[in-house]
């Protein structure tokens, strides 16, 4: 069974520090792995995604996340936090082919001026 | 332009009443997904689609019905059955894995 582990449910940065959110997955078959993005009372947006092609994945609003299949992992980047960035992000998974996506528990994201 | 759209986006229902939720899609998008979002737990999946006329069950179906008789419309019932129906329900479709959102329906029951 494929599942995804998000840690820590709250993070807060300053304002033009970097931004790390963590993720790591458990999968038996190479997955496809996405990160989305929700503003309050919104549906969510996709950040980026990883389909097996570069390990290095880059998204929208300078947004970024590695593959790390030794590590499991799929954390997700931000050199320079914004104020608007502040947001509840999901690290989700699909194993290929599939249909069903299996979403994190999310972490919210704080930024102080 | 295109996209999803969910209604009601705020809904209050009593104890004992069945509620429908729509979902519409223009995005000419076999597959549709309903999720189901409370704090602190993620999002997790009630029903989905891939095609017209077939739907399976997610993992957490029970007290939910959907029909799918067009591609464009996925709609979900809350039935009286469903024990903590007051959630933010969240309909999606895709395409090459990744999920289009609609701006969810907030579902209280009174």
């Known amino acids: 069974a494929q599942s995804v582990t998000q840690l820590g449910s709250h993070v807060s940065v300053s304002e033009g520090a970097l931004v790390l959110l963590r993720c790591n997955y458990s999968?038996?078959?190479?997955?496809?792995l996405f990160w989305y993005v929700q503003y309050p009372n919104q549906g969510l947006q996709l950040l980026l995604k990883?389909?097996?092609?570069?390990?290095l994945v880059k998204g929208i609003n300078g947004f970024e996340a590695e593959f790390k299949k030794s590590e499991t992992s799929f954390h997700l980047t931000k050199p320079s936090a914004h104020m608007s960035d502040a947001a509840e992000y999901f690290c989700?998974?699909?194993?290929?082919?599939?249909?069903?996506?299996?979403f994190g528990a999310g972490t919210r994201l704080f930024v102080k001026a | 332009d295109g996209g999803i759209t969910q209604s009601p986006k705020y809904l209050f229902r009593k104890e004992g009443q069945n509620v429908t939720l729509s979902c519409e899609q223009n995005?000419?998008?076999?597959?549709m997904y309903w999720y189901r979002q409370d704090p602190g737990q993620g999002l997790r999946l009630i029903y989905y689609?891939?095609?017209?006329?077939?739907?399976q069950k997610g993992d957490i179906a029970e007290g939910y019905s959907v029909s799918r008789e067009k591609k464009e419309s996925f709609p979900l019932t809350v039935t009286s059955a469903q024990k903590n129906p007051t959630a933010f329900y969240l309909c999606?479709?895709?395409?090459?894995?990744?999920?289009?959102f609609g701006e969810g329906s907030r579902l209280t029951v009174l």
């Open positions: 999606a479709s895709s395409t090459s894995g990744e999920l289009f």
């Open positions: 999968s038996s078959v190479p997955p496809y």
């Open positions: 990883y389909t097996s092609a570069a390990t």
């Open positions: 989700a998974i699909q194993g290929t082919g599939g249909f069903k996506t299996i």
């Open positions: 995005l000419n998008h076999d597959a």
């Open positions: 689609s891939q095609i017209v006329n077939d739907f």
